[in-house]
T-cell receptor
């Protein structure tokens, strides 16, 4: 069975600073994808970034980047220059085979 | 506009009264799935479907039914709802392995 672990239930970061949200995964599949989603207080799920298991470069999307360390099975999300609007829940998702598995989430709070 | 449409957004019902939450996508996606989100437990997969007439159990299928008679629709059926099914439900779809999940806006269900 797949397992995704997000070890930080909650985090604070000062506005304009960078923050790293941790995600480790456990899958026996060779081919898989890792996603990060943001869930603001309004409840919708917003796609942020994707990393494929065969991608050699770390994914980047604007202020978001993914620190992918395949040997360590980690896919940490880095948010640069935090903004107040980044305060939200963040979920890591693994797509392997027919299963999509979410981590438990990290609540990020950006302080002004 | 490409989207996943869930209805209703909010639903309050009583124990034992059958209900259906509808989900429809307009992106011709083959893969559709249902999740429930509970505090401290993250998102857990209820059922998923790889294509028309193909459905499989996720992590928490007990008490739920689904059907996939058409590609675009994937309703979630609670034949006899119970209070432990009070939760936030999301429908999602994707077209391929490396593509992000598109989520509906969620259905907040309360069973009294």
């Amino acid at each position: 069975a797949q397992k995704i672990t997000q070890t930080q239930p909650g985090m604070f970061v000062q506005e304009k600073e960078a923050v790293t949200l941790d995600c480790t995964y456990d899958t026996s599949d060779q081919s898989y994808g890792l996603f990060w989603y943001k869930q603001p207080s309004s409840g919708e799920m917003i796609f942020l970034i994707y990393q494929g298991s065969y991608d050699e470069q770390n994914a980047t999307e604007g202020r978001y980047s993914l620190n992918f360390q395949k040997a360590r099975k980690s896919a940490n999300l880095v948010i640069s220059a935090s903004q107040l609007g980044d305060s939200a829940m963040y979920f890591c998702l693994n797509n392997a085979g027919n299963m999509l598995t979410f981590g438990g989430g990290t609540r990020l709070m950006v302080k002004p | 506009e490409a989207q996943v449409t869930q209805n209703p957004r909010y639903l309050i019902t009583v124990t034992g009264k059958k209900l259906t939450v509808t989900c429809s996508q307009n992106m011709n996606h083959e893969y559709m799935s249902w999740y429930r989100q509970d505090p401290g437990l993250g998102l857990r997969q209820i059922y998923y479907s790889m294509n028309v007439e193909v459905t499989d159990k996720g992590d928490v299928p007990e008490g739920y039914k689904v059907s996939r008679k058409e590609k675009r629709n994937f309703p979630l059926i609670l034949e006899s709802p119970s209070p432990n099914q009070t939760s936030l439900y999301f429908c999602a779809s994707t077209g391929s392995f490396g593509s992000p999940l598109h989520f509906g806006n969620g259905t907040r269900l309360t069973v009294t």
